[in-house]
Structures are given as C-alpha cells and as structure tokens.
C-alpha cells in the first residue's frame, strides 16, 4: 500500500499538446477520460503531462499554495501583516504571530500542493524515459529538462519552508518509506544543472523555463548555500547573456511599476514566471492565491474583497530617504521623525495631511496609500478601503493589481469575487538576479562591481516617480544611487544589498527566506512585531514573538507524520525542532 497520498506518481489524465506562444499554453482543461499509456509516451503526451508540472505553479489547492510565497515570504517576513478581519482565515493567525502547530490546514496546504508538483514532474520524468520510438531525442531532451526544472523549484521551495522533507525522484516506487534526513541541496542542484546545460535558449512559447531561467535559479541555489564562488560567474554569464524564452535580451523595464502588471507579462525583465490567464472558462487558470489580497469593498476598486496582505507599518517606513536621496540603512526610518506620516485610525472623512519628507518612489508603486493615486482606480481613500484598520493598518498591497481600463481582460469576472487576476508571477525577475550577483560579489570582495549592480536597479527606481493625472510626482520622491566607492567598506555595502533587495521586492515573497539564510531572522522580526504592536490598536501581535532555533522553518504536518511513521512502525519523518 501507498503510505502518503501526496509523495505519489500520479499523473493527471488532463493531456493537452498546442504551440501557442501565450500564457493558455500552460493551463489545465478538464479531463475528459482516461489516456492509454501509450498516448501519454506520445509527443502530444508528454506535452501535456509537462503542461499538468507546469500548472501546479499556480497553488491548485488554496490560498496559500502558490509561487509567489505572499503569506510565507511577505507576511512572515515583516512585508505585511495578514490583515483583513481576525476571524476570516483565522488559521493562518497563530502563523503570523509565529505560533504555527503542526496541525494547521494551511501549511499542510502548501506542503501537499508542492509535491504534487514533484509527483507530476517526476510523472513526466518517467514518461520521457519511455517515450514512443517516433519521439525526436530533442524533444525528450527538452521536455525532461523543463521538468527537472520544476521538480528542482518545487523541492527548493520545500527546502526554504520546511527545511528538510522527504525526496522522491522518477524511480520511487510509491511504497519504500522515505526519510527526511537526506541533504535535499544535491538532488536539486542535480535537477537545475541538466537544465542549465540541456535547455534551449529560445523556446516556443514565453512561459516555459529556458537555459538562462535555469541559470539564474542555479545560481540563487548556489546563493543560498553561501557558496557564492559558484554562484559568481552563473550570474556574471545570465546579466552579460540571458534571453528570455522569447529572446529579449533580460533588462529592467522603464517604470518600476510595469514589472506588476499583465500587459508586459513575459517582458525582459521576466526570467521565470507562473503563467496567469483570465477567460479561459475557469479561475484555475487565474492567481487563484492572490485572490484575498484586495482593498475590501465595493465595485469602485479593485477585487473588492478581501483586505489581507497589508503592507506594514515597517515596510512603508523603509521607503524614506535621507537628504541625499539614500536609504536609512541605521532603522532610524522607524524613529518618530522619520516614520511615514499615515492615516490609522484617522475615519474616511476627517481632514488628513499627507507626508512631505523625502521618499524612495517604489513605495507608491507598492502600497496604498491615503492621497495617492491607486493605478487608475483614483487616490486611496484610506479607511474605507480597509476592511478592519486595527487588525491590519491603513495600507493595501498594490502589486499584481489589475486597472480599471483593464477590468474584464485582466481580470475573470465569472466567480464570487473579480480579483482572479491575468497578472503573472515573477518567481525570478532581473532586479532579483542583478541584486543576487550583487550580494555575491560583497561577499566575494568585489565592493564596486556590486554597487555599480545595485546603482542599476536604483537609477530605474529613480526614473519611476509616480505622477498624478497632471504630471506632478504625487509625493516627495528623493532618491539618488551609491555614488560614494564602496572599497573597503564590506559590512556598508552588505547592509545597502540586502536593504535594496528589501525595498525592489518588497511583497514579492522573497523578505522572510532572506532573513532566514543571512541568519538575521530573530533579531529583525522581533524588532518588526514591536514596531507593529506600538502602532496598531488589534491583539494581532499582542505576545507574539520569534523563537530563533524554531521559526525559521514550518512544523512538517502532522497528518503526514503520523501517516508515513503509523505505516512504517517506526520513526520514518522526523518533525523540525521545537514543534510536536
């Protein structure tokens, strides 16, 4: 007997086989029966079943299962607070406060959603090594290649959350049990490297990983086990050489903001996203994840539901600039006379002065805020836009927002809320890869190599000041770039990278497993939940602290403990430290 119903071989009977070069190329379509085995080790067959790994990208089970990690990555990371009403998804609470059991519904959601993205790639996998005689060999090449791809996300996603879990490749036999003691780093190290070496430049269609995608996301592997001699000239070759899969030289888009929305998905400074598509007859084929992460309201905005991921209070105050135009690297952006002038606890219709100090531009192309413009939705209003201002504060997540131009393309209007959105998610984009090589070159010595990287993604944040219908800037933007040498000054240049890397992905998912692996978790959330208890009037963070040894990785849940070692007769899973 199978001892888990998630470390499984399955393969969906959901085979599909078209060419377009659009976003459709990855979505399901209903299954309408069984395929024989020999249809699956077809051409159109293993199509599919890679289409089917691909898929998965997009969280198929719930709200916290997808790419872009919002509530892992951002909310644990002091990005944003859960937000929206106490009692609504009340689950992911004791999460937030770091208090997460072993039994909570959400993290076995993501646990089994990312291996049912290791069961289909590996399903591809195997299909490919028993394909049909008419096959090309460089379709077999390719298509194992952009599996072994996904198998390797979908493991380092499950490394950066959980830590250590069981890995199954295409050979297991969906009985043997399996530990989770193993070094999980080879397998995908293994996965991206054939990838890298065996991938196309161009393929057929924007969505699907090429060469240059499995670079970058060797090199971050590489990165995050702090081996930054190998990560080096990885991404030294994809800033000189990548491409997109369409061929685009990789580049920073002019505007900061176009990074976030659905007309220039699969841009130049796409290097590997999760394919969105509003239309297709189902909001599967949607950011089915995003969906809460609305202002909460009314037809007048967008999603109209549901106020989760608001950004916090601590985030938004990082956007404030000094005279020079330069980020606060010492905190003291928190400090009284520097902390963003805000509307909490201010009602919709009372009188509101909005902040005049100096701020970095990328803040108004991320959150909401009181007086400015809201894409082309009109200003946020403030409190009317918020479902419960105590609880979460007075600003909404403006990233991956669909305009209201827009509204019907960008958006599926056929469920309970219009917030599926077509807006693609960026796994890796290039001002992640410049600021990754960037932080490889500190820690390589090369201080004027990386402040020159990080002077790139500045000089683009410069040239992106938010402007109101008139062409004025709709705030105080003050920013320059590093123009003082870093030579000498290692642990300056440190601190400028990984605060860079802060504020160009803030409410990307990326904040909480960067603190995690510069070993500066506790000391920062901590410091994060104090901030947000002094300015928020709810109970959300009321106690609530991090346990450094503890909270920088999930409990494994705890049905599939009990499951894997009550079928075994012995202690097979072995449960992080600190959880039951």
Not at 36 to 65: C, D, K, N, P, V
């Amino acid at each position: 007997m199978k001892i888990t119903k998630y470390l499984i071989t399955t393969l969906l009977a959901v085979i599909v086989f078209v060419t377009a070069c659009n976003d459709d190329e990855f979505l399901d379509v209903q299954p309408t029966g069984s395929l024989s085995e020999a249809q699956l080790q077809s051409r159109a067959g293993l199509e599919g079943s890679l289409i089917a790994a691909y898929a998965t990208l997009l969280g198929r089970r719930g709200f916290y299962s997808d790419a872009s990690n919002w509530f892992w990555g951002s909310v644990l990371g002091g990005d944003a607070n859960k937000g929206s009403d106490p009692g609504d998804q009340s689950q992911v609470n004791e999460i937030q406060r770091y208090e997460p059991q072993s039994n909570n519904s959400s993290i076995f959601q993501v646990y089994s959603t990312l291996y049912e993205g290791v069961a289909r790639s590996n399903a591809t996998i195997r299909l490919v090594a028993n394909a049909n005689p008419d096959v090309p060999e460089s379709v077999k090449t390719r298509v194992e290649g952009e599996a072994r791809f996904l198998r390797a996300h979908y493991y380092f996603s499950l490394k950066r959350i959980f830590n250590n879990v069981p890995m199954v490749d295409e050979t297991w036999d969906g009985v043997t049990p399996i530990s989770n003691t193993a070094d999980m780093w080879p397998m995908i190290e293994a996965d991206l490297e054939f990838a890298f070496n065996n991938l196309p430049e161009t393929q057929s269609a924007a969505g699907r990983a090429n060469r240059w995608a499995a670079g970058a996301y060797l090199g971050k592997v590489h990165l995050f086990q702090q081996d930054y001699a190998a990560a080096e000239p990885i991404f030294d070759d994809v800033i000189a050489n990548g491409v997109t899969s369409s061929g685009d030289k990789y580049d920073l888009l002019p505007n900061y903001a176009d990074a976030f929305t659905s007309p220039n998905d699969n841009s130049a400074e796409s290097v590997f996203a999760a394919q969105a598509a509003a239309g297709t007859g189902t909001i599967e084929n949607a950011n089915p994840a995003m969906v809460l992460n609305f202002p909460h309201g009314g037809t007048d905005r967008p999603g109209g539901c549901c106020g989760f991921n608001q950004p916090s209070f601590e985030l938004a105050n990082s956007f404030r600039t000094d005279a020079n135009g330069l980020p606060l690297l010492d905190g003291s952006y928190n400090d009284a006379g520097n902390a963003l002038v805000n509307d909490n606890e201010v009602g919709a219709t009372d009188a509101f002065t909005p902040d005049q100090g100096n701020l970095d531009p990328r803040l108004d192309h991320s959150v909401g805020r009181r007086g400015i413009p809201f894409l082309d939705w009109g200003d946020f209003p403030g409190v009317s836009w918020i479902r419960n201002q105590p609880n979460g504060g007075p600003y909404s997540p403006k990233k991956f927002m669909y305009s209201q131009a827009g509204q019907g393309s960008e958006n599926d209007n056929t469920d309970w809320t219009p917030g599926y959105t077509a807006v693609n998610y960026n796994i890796i984009r290039f001002a992640d890869v410049l600021l990754m090589a960037a932080e490889v070159k500190v820690e390589q010595g090369d201080l004027e190599e990386a402040r020159a990287l990080v002077n790139r993604v500045r000089q683009r944040a410069a040239n992106s000041s938010l402007l109101r219908g008139d062409g004025t800037p709709a705030a105080n933007y003050v920013i320059s770039t590093y123009d003082d040498p870093w030579t000498g000054l290692q642990e300056t240049a440190r601190q400028a990278v990984r605060f860079e890397r802060k504020l160009e992905l803030s409410g990307e998912g990326h904040r909480f497993f960067d603190l995690v692996r510069w070993g500066v978790a506790a000391e920062t959330l901590n410091a994060y939940l104090e901030h947000e208890r002094a300015n928020l009037s709810g109970t959300a963070f009321v106690g609530a602290s991090f346990t450094p040894g503890v909270n920088e990785y999930l409990p494994i849940p705890l049905r599939e403990i009990e499951l894997i070692n009550g079928a075994a007769g012995e202690e097979v899973l072995v449960q992080n430290p600190g959880y039951n």
